[in-house]
């Protein structure tokens, strides 16, 4: 079975730069989507990135440029390096994985916060503060 732990999350003061990371057990060299999503207090959940089994991502409008999604095969890790952070940032960041996913997913998944992903992490906080 998929099983997915965050870690990284912290406190860091807004324009700072945090990583973090998703580490995956429970399969290898499977083709699937992995990404991030989200959750403020008192707020939906909302997509962060996802990045397909060949390396494509595609990113939400909020952080496209800030954020970068990678990984280390090797480790079976994902990871999230988020730069010029800001107060909108702060919230449980949740890791994900699913089905492979090209373009038109990526987008349908972000845009449904994450419906169509199977496994799902426990979250690591980033808080952000002024």
């Known amino acids: 079975q998929v099983q997915l732990v965050e870690s990284g999350g912290d406190s860091v003061q807004a324009g700072g730069s945090l990583r973090l990371a998703c580490r995956g057990s429970g399969y290898s060299g499977s083709n699937l989507c992995m990404g991030w999503f989200r959750q403020a207090p008192g707020k939906e959940r909302e997509g962060v990135g996802l990045?397909?089994?060949?390396?494509?991502?595609t990113y939400a409008d909020s952080v496209k440029g800030r954020f970068t999604i990678s990984q280390d095969n090797a480790i079976n890790t994902l990871y999230l390096d988020m730069n010029n952070v800001t107060t909108e940032d702060t919230a449980m960041y949740y890791c994900?994985?699913?089905?492979?996913?090209?373009?038109?997913?990526?987008?349908?998944?972000?845009?449904?916060?994450?419906?169509?992903?199977?496994?799902w992490g426990k979250g690591t906080l980033v808080a952000i503060s002024s």
């Open positions: 994900a994985a699913g089905p492979s996913c090209n373009s038109r997913r990526r987008w349908a998944v972000l845009k449904r916060r994450g419906t169509g992903m199977d496994y």
């Open positions: 990045m397909d089994s060949d390396g494509s991502t």
